[in-house]
């Protein structure tokens, strides 16, 4: 079992920044690939970014690839997305994922991951 809360949303104006925060608890958090997914109103949750289990491997939607950095603090339980040069069609609510198994590639599907955060609100105005 693996608790994950995100933080860090908020109101920003296109092409500004801000950074999200994911804090885990209840199990070793270093077993974990993380994931971040975004939903937009009346769309599907789409993958955003994954990070390996020691952080030295990272993989992004096309669509925020080069804005958008992925990074870990296993010491800390805390996986962190950086979003600069924000558009609005970032916006949407944010969600933090956890995999458990191991495996030799990233997970991009939804359905690899075992335990999701609540989500938090990202609004980009243009």
């Known amino acids: 079992q693996l608790q994950l809360v995100e933080s860090g949303g908020g109101l920003v104006q296109a092409g500004g920044s801000l950074r999200l925060y994911c804090t885990a608890s209840g199990r070793d958090f270093s077993n974990y690939a993380m994931g971040w997914f975004r939903q937009a109103p009346g769309k599907e949750r789409e993958f955003v970014a994954v990070?390996?289990?020691?952080?030295?491997?990272?993989d992004f939607a096309d669509s925020v690839k080069g804005r958008f950095t992925i990074s870990r603090d296993n010491a800390k339980a805390t996986v962190y997305l950086q979003m600069n040069s924000l558009k609005p069609e970032d916006t949407a609510v944010y969600y933090c994922?956890?995999?458990?198994?191991?495996?030799?590639?990233?997970?991009?599907?939804?359905?690899?991951?075992?335990?999701w955060g609540q989500g938090t609100q990202v609004t980009v105005s243009s």
């Open positions: 994922a956890a995999d458990l198994r191991r495996t030799y590639y990233l997970p991009r599907n939804l359905y690899d991951y075992d335990y």
């Open positions: 990070i390996s289990r020691g952080g030295g491997n990272t």
